[in-house]
C-alpha cells in the first residue's frame, strides 16, 4: 500500500458522463416543475375544479345508456374494428420482423429498409392515417381498420423484430445441421421460440388499440367512439358519459382477460400422460382440449371480426386509386399564415407534456412501489395497488380529458391532468414491474445484515431498478408529447387543435407542417433517451 | 473401409485468429474419433467445417464424395441430411414437444416449413417414436422438451440426430454440460449406435479418461494444429493429457 488509508477519498471522484447526465435528468424534473406552474397548475386551480365537479356530477347523472340492441352493435363494431386491425398489424409485422432482426435478415439493405418502414409507422399518429383514410375510403371501418393496422405495426413489429433477435440461436443451428431449408429453419427452429412472445404483444395492442378506437371516433371512424363523440357534440353528458363507461368497463375486461391469457402462455403445460404403446399423437388430455378450444374460439372471433368490420375488397380497391390524389393534398406542407401560432401551441404541448410527465411521475412512483410485490407491505396492499393501475389503464386517455376538459374548462390545464392521471397506468406499472424484476439474492444478502425493510428497499431493490426508472420517465415523456398532441383534438389544449382544424377546413398541408413538427420534437426527445440510456447504462 | 471424411491442410481464419492451422486428418467408415484440446484449440470449428456450417479460408475439406468448397445451397443440405449433429447445449426448442423436436431431424427429407406435430407424416411421427425408444424416453414424448434434465435432453437431440439416417455423427462437446453419470450413458449410447449402425462418429470432448475408453482413436488439437493422432488402445493417459500443457511438445505422428 503506497498511502495511508486515510488519505485516500472515500467518494468517487464524479465522472463527466455521468455528471451530464444528472444534469439534464434535473433539467428536465426542473423543466416539468416550470412547465406545471407556468400553466397555471396549483392548489388554486384544484379547489376551483372541485366546484364544476359537484355542477358536472348533476349534468351527468342519471346516466343514459342507449337501447341494449344499440349497445350491443356499438360495442361489436368497435371490437370487430379493433381486432381487425390488430391482426392487420400481426401480418404485416411478421415478414417485417423477419426482414428487420439482425439474424434472419436477408441482407443489410432489407435490414435497413423494413427498420425504416417500422419507425415511420410508429411516428405517424394513427389519428392522422385516420384523416387520410377516410378522405379514401369514406366515414366507416374501414379507415379506422387500416390506420390503427398501419401504425400498430411501429410497436408491434419492432417488439417482434427484438423478440427473434432475442431468440437462442442453438435449435436453429441444429435445424439448419440437419439440411431443412431457410423457411423451414425459420418455422422450427425460430417460431416455436418467439410464438408466446408474438401472441403477447399482439394481444398488448389489442388492448392500446381499444382506448385509441376512442379517439378515431372522433375523426370519424365508426363505433362506440363516434357515438361518444356525436353525444359531446351535442352536449348530451348523459349519453356521453354512459358510453365512456362502458368503454371503460370493456377496457378493463380487456385487459384482465389478455393478461390472464399472457400469463397462461408462459406456464408450461404439464403433460405426463404416458403415451399409449404404438401411439404417434398427443393424447386428449384436459389441457390438449383446453388449449384446442381456445384456439377455436379464437379464430370464430377473429372471423367474426372480419365479418363484423363489414371490410369489403371492392371498396378497398375502388379506394386505392384515389390514394394517390389524396396523398398529393398532404404535400407541400403549408402554413397557412399560421405559423407563429402553430410554434406557440407547440410549445403549449411541450409544457402539457413535460408538467404532465412530472405530475405523473410524482403520482406513480408510490403507487408503483406499493403494487411491488417484494416490495410492498402486505400482499393485499400490493393487490390493491395493482388493481388500481388496471383500473387507471383501463380508462382511455381521451375519456380522462373529456372529464377534466368539463371539470377545469377548455385548455391545457385540462391535457395536463388528463395526462397525468393517465401516466399512472402505465409508469405506475412499469415501475411496479422493474422492481419485482431486481435480484432477489441481492435483497436477501442485505437483509441477512440486519437490515430493515426501508434499508433493504434503499441499498438493494432501488439501486437495481434506479437506471430503468428513468428509462420509463423518458419513455413516459415520449409518449406523453405524442398524447398531449392528440388530445388537443378535444379541446385539451396544444397544437392537436390546429391538426383537427386544419383537416376540417381542409387544409391538408398543414397537417403535414403539424406533423413535421411533432415529429421533430418526438425525434428530439428518443435522442436525448438513447444518449442517457448510453451513458447511465 | 474407405475414408468418409477428409480434411487437406485445412486452415480456418477469424479475423486475426488462426483457428484451424493446415488440418490434415481422415477418418474411415465406422470409427469413433475424439477430438481432445483446450477451449478455443480448434475442435468445434472443425466439426463445423464436416457439415459445412464452416467453410475453409484455405485447403479442401471432402465429406461422404462431397467437396465442401463449391457445395451450397441444395447440394449442401443434401450433404447435411446425411451427416447428424449433436451439441453441447442440446439445441431443442424447450417450448414444443420432445417428439416434435424429434421430428425436426426429418426436415431435410420434406418439403416446406412445418410447425405442430401433426404437420409432419404419420410415418415419420412413427420412427421418430422408435428412436425415442432407443434412446430410451418414449415415454417422455408428448412433455415439454425443456421439463426433461440435461442428460435426458441430449438422448432427445441423439434421436433427432438419427431421424436423418445419418452416415457420420458430429458430437461437439455433448457431455461437458452433463453430471459423469449421464456423461457415461450418452458416451455409452453413441458407442452402441456407432457399433449398430457402423456409424462414423467425430465427437470432442474435455476429459481424457472419457476419451481413453469410448474412442478408437484420439486425436489433439492445441491452436488450430493436430498435436497428437493416436489408436485409443494403448495410449497412455499421460500422453493423452500433453495436448492439455501448454509447454509439452508431443509427436505429431500416427
Not at chain 1, 400498430?152 to 440461436?169: C, F, P, R, T
Not at chain 1, 371490410?311 to 398529393?328: E, I, K, Q, W, Y
Request: net charge positive; charged share 15%.
Amino acid at each position: 500500500m503506497s498511502r495511508a488509508v486515510a488519505e485516500r477519498r472515500t467518494l468517487p471522484a464524479p465522472s463527466g458522463p455521468g455528471m451530464a447526465a444528472t444534469v439534464v435528468v434535473l433539467a428536465i424534473l426542473g423543466a416539468g416543475v416550470w412547465a406545471a406552474s407556468d400553466l397555471g397548475i396549483n392548489v388554486a386551480t384544484l379547489v376551483d375544479s372541485v366546484g364544476n365537479a359537484a355542477d358536472f356530477a348533476r349534468r351527468m347523472f342519471p346516466l343514459d345508456f342507449p337501447s341494449a340492441g344499440e349497445l350491443l352493435r356499438l360495442c361489436g363494431t368497435t371490437l370487430a374494428i379493433v381486432v381487425s386491425a390488430t391482426l392487420l398489424s400481426v401480418l404485416l409485422s411478421v415478414p417485417a420482423a423477419v426482414l428487420a432482426a439482425g439474424n434472419t435478415t436477408p441482407n443489410a439493405a432489407a435490414r435497413v429498409g423494413s427498420r425504416a418502414a417500422i419507425v415511420l409507422a410508429r411516428a405517424v399518429p394513427d389519428v392522422v392515417l385516420a384523416i387520410v383514410f377516410i378522405r379514401v375510403f369514406g366515414l366507416g371501418s374501414m379507415a379506422g381498420v387500416l390506420a390503427m393496422g398501419l401504425h400498430s405495426v411501429g410497436m408491434v413489429g419492432k417488439l417482434y423484430a427484438d423478440a427473434v433477435e432475442q431468440i437462442d440461436e442453438g435449435p436453429r443451428t441444429a435445424v439448419r445441421a440437419g439440411g431443412a431449408g431457410r423457411s423451414q429453419e425459420l418455422a422450427s427452429g425460430v417460431l416455436p421460440q418467439v410464438l408466446p412472445a408474438f401472441v403477447s404483444t399482439a394481444l398488448h395492442r389489442f388492448d392500446i388499440n381499444l382506448r385509441v378506437s376512442v379517439l378515431l371516433g372522433f375523426v370519424g371512424v365508426d363505433g362506440l367512439g363516434f357515438a361518444i363523440a356525436s353525444a359531446f357534440r351535442e352536449l348530451d353528458y348523459r349519453r356521453g358519459m354512459a358510453l365512456a363507461f362502458v368503454v371503460l368497463v370493456l377496457c378493463v375486461l380487456a385487459e384482465l382477460l389478455s393478461g390472464a391469457i399472457r400469463r397462461a402462455l408462459t406456464r408450461a403445460p404439464l403433460s405426463r400422460a404416458r403415451p399409449a404403446p404404438g401411439r404417434i399423437s398427443p393424447p386428449w388430455t384436459p389441457s390438449r382440449v383446453r388449449r384446442n378450444v381456445y384456439g377455436l374460439v379464437a379464430a370464430l372471433v377473429v372471423l367474426a371480426s372480419l365479418w363484423g368490420a363489414e371490410l369489403s375488397p371492392a371498396g378497398f380497391v375502388d379506394g386505392l386509386s384515389r390514394l394517390g390524389t389524396t396523398l398529393g393534398l398532404f404535400w407541400p406542407p403549408e402554413t397557412g399564415g399560421i405559423l407563429p401560432d402553430l410554434l406557440t401551441a407547440l410549445w403549449v404541448t411541450v409544457k402539457i407534456a413535460l408538467a404532465a410527465t412530472l405530475l405523473g411521475a410524482v403520482l406513480a412512483l408510490p403507487i408503483g412501489v406499493l403494487a411491488a410485490r417484494n416490495v410492498a407491505p402486505s400482499p393485499r396492499v400490493g393487490a390493491v395497488f395493482r388493481g388500481l393501475i388496471v383500473l387507471i389503464r383501463g380508462i382511455p386517455e381521451l375519456v380522462l380529458a373529456v372529464v377534466f376538459v368539463v371539470l377545469t374548462g377548455l385548455g391545457e390545464v385540462a391535457g395536463t391532468l388528463a395526462l397525468a392521471v393517465g401516466a399512472v397506468g402505465l409508469l405506475g406499472k412499469l415501475v411496479a414491474d422493474s422492481l419485482e424484476e431486481v435480484d432477489e439474492r441481492v435483497e436477501n444478502a442485505v437483509r441477512a445484515t440486519g437490515a430493515t425493510r426501508w434499508q433493504v428497499f434503499a441499498s438493494a431493490t432501488v439501486p437495481q431498478a434506479a437506471p430503468a426508472f428513468v428509462g420509463h420517465v423518458l419513455y413516459q415523456l415520449d409518449v406523453n408529447i405524442r398524447s398531449a398532441t392528440l388530445l388537443g383534438i378535444v379541446g385539451a389544449g396544444g397544437i392537436g387543435f390546429y391538426l383537427q382544424n386544419a383537416s376540417r377546413v381542409l387544409e391538408f398541408g398543414v397537417v403535414t407542417t403539424v406533423l413535421l413538427l411533432v415529429f421533430a420534437l418526438a425525434m428530439a426527445v428518443e435522442l436525448i433517451a438513447v444518449w442517457l440510456r448510453r451513458v447511465a447504462g | 473401409m474407405h475414408d468418409v471424411v477428409t480434411f487437406q491442410r485445412v486452415s480456418k481464419r477469424f479475423g486475426a485468429t488462426l483457428a484451424l492451422d493446415e488440418v490434415s486428418l481422415s477418418v474411415p467408415e465406422g470409427q469413433i474419433a475424439v477430438l481432445l484440446g483446450l477451449s478455443g484449440s480448434g475442435k468445434s470449428t472443425l466439426l463445423r467445417h464436416v457439415d459445412g456450417l464452416q467453410r475453409a479460408s484455405a485447403g479442401s475439406v471432402s465429406v461422404l464424395g462431397t467437396d465442401l468448397a463449391t457445395a451450397s445451397g441444395a447440394r449442401l443440405r443434401a450433404l447435411r441430411r446425411r451427416v447428424g449433429f449433436v451439441f453441447q447445449q442440446f439445441h431443442l426448442v424447450g417450448a414444443l414437444t420432445v417428439l416434435e423436436n424429434v421430428c425436426t431431424g426429418a426436415l431435410g427429407t420434406l418439403r416446406g416449413p412445418r410447425l405442430g406435430l401433426f404437420t409432419y407424416p404419420k410415418r415419420v411421427r412413427q420412427e421418430a417414436l422408435g428412436h425415442l425408444d432407443r434412446v430410451g424416453l418414449a415415454e417422455q414424448a408428448f412433455q415439454r422438451a425443456d421439463t426433461l434434465s440435461g442428460g435426458q435432453q441430449q438422448r432427445v437431440a441423439i434421436a433427432r440426430a438419427l431421424l436423418q439416417r445419418p452416415e457420420i455423427l458430429l458430437a461437439d462437446e455433448p457431455v461437458a454440460s452433463l453430471d459423469p453419470e449421464s456423461a457415461g450413458q450418452v458416451m455409452g449410447l453413441l458407442r452402441e449406435i456407432s457399433a449398430e449402425q457402423n456409424l462414423t462418429v467425430l465427437c470432442s470432448l474435455h476429459q481424457v479418461d472419457l476419451a481413453l475408453s469410448w474412442g478408437d482413436r484420439v486425436v489433439g488439437l492445441r491452436s488450430g494444429r493436430v498435436v497428437l493422432d493416436r489408436q485409443a488402445a494403448g495410449l497412455g493417459r499421460d500422453e493423452a493429457m500433453a495436448v492439455y500443457s501448454a509447454v509439452a511438445r508431443v509427436p505429431a505422428a500416427a
